[in-house]
Each structure stands twice: as structure tokens, then as C-alpha cells.
């Protein structure tokens, strides 16, 4: 009975961090689109208006440009050093990020657009469940392999 119970737990984390593995590598591609279709005037999918931001107008885009180049480079990073856990952090700042434009909106008194709201909170959830399964199933494949 408790080894059935181990294979379904196990079955079911399986499934589990799949669906966070696909769901943390479609938030790496909306934002790495988000921060690239950023510098365009057509293209993007946030509301630039110039009376909204004034003068961080291009520097909100630059920044999010920034921010999907350096995805693109701890994504290389933490697949050559085998350390998806630190995508934990990174999904941090990237909710901190949505704290600091939201309250960049209430002191200035400017209503910022919900997509940007939504799509650090998005990321940054998606990184955060993504690098802490990556981090406990390294820890129990260690645990796993060191008992046997």
C-alpha cells in the first residue's frame, strides 16, 4: 500500500512539474515578447501614453527590453549550470517589479495599465512555482539517490 501511494505521489508531482515547467516557459516567452514588442509603438502589448508615464515613457520600454534580453541570458545560464532554482529569485524581483510600477502610479497619481500589472505578476508567480519545484525535485532525486 505505501508503495502505491509512493508511485501515485510520485506520478502526480510528475504532472504537476510539467504543467509548471510548460507554464514557466510560456511566461520566459511572453516576456521576452513583452520586452522586445516594447520599443515599438504598434506592436506591444502594454498602453504607452505620454501624459501616463512623461518622461520614463521610453525609459518603462527600454527597461522592459532590458528585462527580456537578460531573461533570455539567465534562461542560458541556469540550463548550462543545471541551477532552474534560481528562477525562484527571479520571479521574485519580477513581483517586485509589479510593486514598484504600482506604486510609482499611486504617488504620482496616474493609473497604470493592468497589463503590465498582470504580466510581472504573471512571470513572476510562473518563475517562483518553477524554480521552487526545480529546487525540491533536486533535493529528492538527491535524497532518492544517495539512499539507494
Given at each position: 500500500?505505501?508503495?502505491l501511494m509512493t508511485v501515485n505521489n ?84 519580477l513581483l517586485m517589479m509589479m510593486g ?6 499611486q504617488v504620482n497619481s496616474v493609473s ?37
Open positions: 500500500m505505501a508503495i510520485s506520478n502526480s508531482m510528475k504532472v504537476i512539474k510539467f504543467f509548471a515547467d510548460a507554464n514557466y516557459y510560456i511566461s520566459v516567452l511572453v516576456l521576452v515578447y513583452g520586452g522586445i514588442t516594447a520599443i515599438t509603438e504598434n506592436h506591444s502589448i502594454f498602453e504607452f501614453n505620454e501624459d501616463l508615464f512623461g518622461a520614463i515613457h521610453n525609459n518603462l520600454r527600454i527597461a522592459l527590453l532590458y528585462m527580456g534580453m537578460t531573461e533570455v541570458v539567465l534562461c542560458l545560464f541556469c540550463l548550462v549550470t543545471k541551477q532552474p532554482k534560481i528562477m525562484a529569485f527571479v520571479g521574485y524581483f514598484s510600477v504600482t506604486f510609482y502610479g497604470i495599465d493592468n497589463n503590465i500589472v498582470w504580466f510581472f505578476l504573471y512571470t513572476g508567480v510562473s518563475h517562483i512555482l518553477f524554480g521552487l519545484l526545480s529546487g525540491s525535485q533536486q533535493l529528492v532525486d538527491n535524497n532518492y539517490s544517495s539512499k539507494t
